[in-house]
């Protein structure tokens, strides 16, 4: 009797793992398909445009949680409500513009999708932007947050913007002694 009902467990994570891997694969290619019409169509930050990418940064990316993940505890718990809202804010823009700039560098092709590995709760996307014959990897760190899918990190060739994005603000804030004030400045 044991065994029937593991095996019905087994059954129906199976199952739900796959719809849950089915749902992500379907917001990855519509976004990144989004994505790609977006780039494609790009005249600059004074164009109309633009404004599709801050829609695009702000449906897709879990900007607060990155945003305050760059930041070391003690610089978070020192500042006050209007500081972290003024640093969030510009780390928004910063980030679109980021984005933007990453894909003015990128004139045109297609992303494929390669695979998606959950780990710790974080899917883990594997993909690749083809252009031509030549190709990009690029890594994407997703968390399902509050019943949609939010960007934490992407990796592209190898280099997290996490990880780059923190060493950076870390220099920032040890050059200004932690003042978030000033990094939001320079920003």
């Given at each position: 009797n044991f065994p029937k009902y593991f095996l019905k467990y087994l059954e129906l994570f199976f199952q739900l793992s796959h719809a849950v891997e089915e749902e992500i694969t379907n917001w990855f290619n519509k976004e990144s398909e989004k994505f790609l019409e977006i780039m494609n169509n790009s005249d600059g930050q004074n164009n109309k445009n633009y404004e599709e990418y801050v829609r695009f940064v702000?449906?897709?990316?879990?900007?607060?949680?990155?945003?305050?993940?760059?930041?070391?505890?003690?610089?978070?718990?020192?500042?006050?409500?209007?500081d972290l809202e003024d640093y969030g804010f510009s780390f928004q823009n910063y980030l679109t513009k980021t984005i933007y700039n990453l894909s003015n560098n990128t004139t045109s092709?297609?992303?494929?999708?390669?695979?998606?590995?959950?780990?710790?709760?974080?899917?883990?996307?594997?993909?690749?932007?083809?252009?031509?014959?030549?190709?990009?990897?690029?890594?994407?760190?997703?968390?399902?947050?509050?019943?949609?899918?939010?960007?934490?990190?992407?990796i592209v060739e190898n280099t997290s913007y996490f990880v780059t994005k923190k060493?950076?603000?870390?220099?920032?804030?040890?050059?200004?002694?932690?003042d978030i004030k000033k990094?939001?400045?320079?920003?």
């Open positions: 702000e449906k897709n990316f879990a900007v607060k949680s990155i945003a305050y993940g760059l930041i070391p505890e003690s610089v978070l718990s020192k500042s006050d409500k209007s092709g297609e992303i494929e999708l390669v695979d998606i590995d959950l780990k710790d709760n974080i899917y883990q996307i594997n993909s690749k932007i083809i252009e031509g014959r030549n190709s990009i990897s690029l890594y994407w760190k997703v968390a399902s947050i509050k019943s949609s899918f939010k960007i934490l990190d992407v060493s950076e603000f870390s220099k920032i804030l040890r050059k200004h002694r932690g990094l939001t400045e320079e920003i």
